[in-house]
């Protein structure tokens, strides 16, 4: 059983930055692709980022592309998001998510493994 615990959620202002951290445990975490999902009130969960198992490779959601860095140190049994430039519309809850496979999907339905989220506000 794989278990993820996010961490770093906060209150910033918009242009400030957060560091978002995902710790894991229960099963291998260097062979697991990895992802940062957001969700609204009202809206459905929305893709941020992936990294790949080997964190060789990585992906991102326009809104966030040249703003957002995916980051993983296996070592560590950790993944993070290191977030820039935020923005009103970056407001909500993010979500860690790990999946059996070591490629990089861009939907919830790539993932098993799922935390419960830490809360991100940004004031204008």
């Known amino acids: 059983q794989v278990q993820l615990v996010e961490s770093g959620g906060g209150l910033v202002q918009a242009g400030g930055s957060l560091r978002l951290s995902c710790a894991a445990s229960?099963?291998?975490?260097?062979?697991?692709?990895m992802a940062w999902f957001r969700q609204a009130p009202g809206k459905e969960r929305e893709f941020v980022a992936a990294?790949?198992?080997?964190?060789?490779?990585?992906r991102y959601a326009d809104s966030v592309k040249g703003r957002f860095t995916i980051s993983r140190h296996n070592a560590k049994n950790t993944v993070y998001l290191q977030m820039n430039s935020l923005n009103p519309e970056d407001t909500a809850v993010y979500v860690c998510?790990?999946?059996?496979?070591?490629?990089?999907?861009?939907?919830?339905?790539?993932?098993?493994?799922w935390g419960q989220g830490t809360q991100v506000t940004v004031s204008s």
């Open positions: 998510a790990g999946s059996v496979a070591s490629w990089a999907s861009s939907i919830p339905s790539g993932y098993q493994y």
């Open positions: 990294i790949t198992g080997t964190g060789l490779n990585t």
């Open positions: 229960g099963r291998t975490f260097s062979n697991n692709a």
